[in-house]
Each structure stands twice: as C-alpha cells, then as structure tokens.
C-alpha cells in the first residue's frame, strides 16, 4: 500500500503515517519527493489500518502498489533514481588476466570515453576446466587501475564469502546473470554500502528480474542497477536474444537505471555497435561492453570482445545521429 501525504503535510503528520504503518505490522518506506511525501507500507499486516489512514491528518489518499516488486516500483518512486558512479559506459575485459593486459586497457577505453572500468576477479564459468579468474591479484590489479586512471571499477561477485574482499576493492559489485536469483547473495548485497549492478537471468521474465532488485532494496541498498544482457531463446547464431523491449519495459515500470549489454546480448563483436546504438534509442542508461588488447588471445569471451580500436569507433558512433534520412523524391 502506498500512503500519498498532500502538499501541505507536516513532519508531524507524517512522522504519525509512519509510526501507524508500524503498528499495523508493515514496515514504512519514506520516498521524499520535490512537491510531496510517499510513505510506502511494505510486508504483510493488517491491511485495513493502512487503509484507514485515508482519515488521517496530511493524508491525501492511500493506493494499492499494482505490482509485486514494491520498493522498485514507479508507484513508490515517480522520479528516477540517480546512481552515483559514473556509469554511463562501462568497458573492460571480461577477465582480469595480467597487470599489463588491465592497464592498457583501462587506459585506452578511458582515452575512448568510457567512465567506469569492468574486469572478473572470480569467474563463473560453464567447464570447471576454462579460467576461473585470478581472484585477489585482480582485484588489487583492478584497484591499482582505479587509483592510476581514476575509472571506478566494477566487477562481479560470486559467493557471500567473498563479499567483504571485493568491497575492499571496487566501486559496484556486479551480480551476473547465474546469480541474478542466488537470494542468499542477494541478502548479503542488500547490507553492504555500495551499488549494486543486477543482470538479468538468460531465462528471467521482467518481473523476476525486478522481484531480484526488490530483495536488494527491501533489505536497505537502494543503490540498484538493472542490466538486461539477453537472454536464451530459439535463436542460434547468437550467444543470446538482446531483449530491447525489456529495456523499455524495465524503465517503464521501475525507477531504477537500465543499461544493456551488447556484448553478452549478441556474442558478435560484429554486431555490438548497432546494438549499442538501438539500447540507446530505447533509452537505456548506459552501456556495458567487453574490452580487450588482443580478443583473439582472450582467456574468456574472446569472440564478443572488441580490441582498443573497435571500442573507440562504437564510443564515436553512440554520439552520431541514429539515422540519416534521406530528403524525399517527388
């Protein structure tokens, strides 16, 4: 339920809507707008005391929350959410595999544009055989990075266990696709002080995937990113089927910023630059793409990587105009 207070309502009134929802056995969300106060009841109590709060001093009306996922809810937030790190281009290796390999990276996707650098300390990977990554080495390669170039980082998170480690590290931790359910990993994330990037899960409808960013913000991080990546269908000749709706979708429904994965979406360094561009048209936030020296001698994800070059043509047609039409003949 969501508790609407008027343009006029005191701090007292409010303070009263607050406690109310308390007694009533829900836990109150106070989102604090430009013109007026939403109080959102969220959990499970007695669902006609919030209801009488209709009656109640300061209060204009008291709604139902239409979706499941409350906290993430355009109902509960109209405005956007702003997520402060950087992130409008993220770019980096999908593995951390040496110092020299990171570096030259961070350097040059940073001469090309990008604002945030990515690279895997801890890979999930399909074969136990492939590389699993260099686990605390790169997380201090990553670091170095950040303190050189000045790019925050970002990388991805696989076990609670290795929670505390890598915030020791990093900017934002990335929850990957695998994990886009693991509510174990989802609950230890909703305590730490720092933003969250969620993935979308390759077999995930929308609404699951925004049900894994309500257990973040109900446990008390708000600082949520979603990032569709694709997902599996019918399709074969690519890695996945880029959900361009779901972007729309998710930023309709939600507050929270959507960027997109072009590089997982497609598994094609071929088809990243027109992808990128068409997430950008739909209105993603931000882009998310896999960056590396030499993709042909890449230790993970080689073939959907885009060497220094193709990266700093994708960040030079990002700003061009998304079509040129030409004059009609008559």
Known sequence: MIVNMSEKATEQEIAHVIERIREAGYQPHVTRGVERTIVAAVGSGRRHEIEALLVAPGVENVVAIAQPFKLVSRQVRPERSVIKAGVVVIAGPCSVESREQLLSTAEAVKRAGATMLRGGAYKPRTSPYDFQGLGLEALKILREAREQFGLPVVTEVMSTEDVDIICEHVDMLQVGARNM?????????ATVNKPVLLKRGPSATVKEWLLAAEYLLSGGNSRVVLCERGIKTFETEMRNTFDLAAVALARDLSHLPVIADPSHGTGKQSLIAAVSRAAVAVGADGLIIEVHPCPERALSDG??????????????????????????QV
């Open 181 to 189: 359910q693991n509510f174990a990993l989802l609950r230890r994330l």
């Open 303 to 328: 073939a959907q990587s885009l060497d220094f070059a193709g990266f700093e043509r994708v960040m030079k047609a990002i700003g061009e105009p998304l079509r040129r039409v030409a004059s009609a």
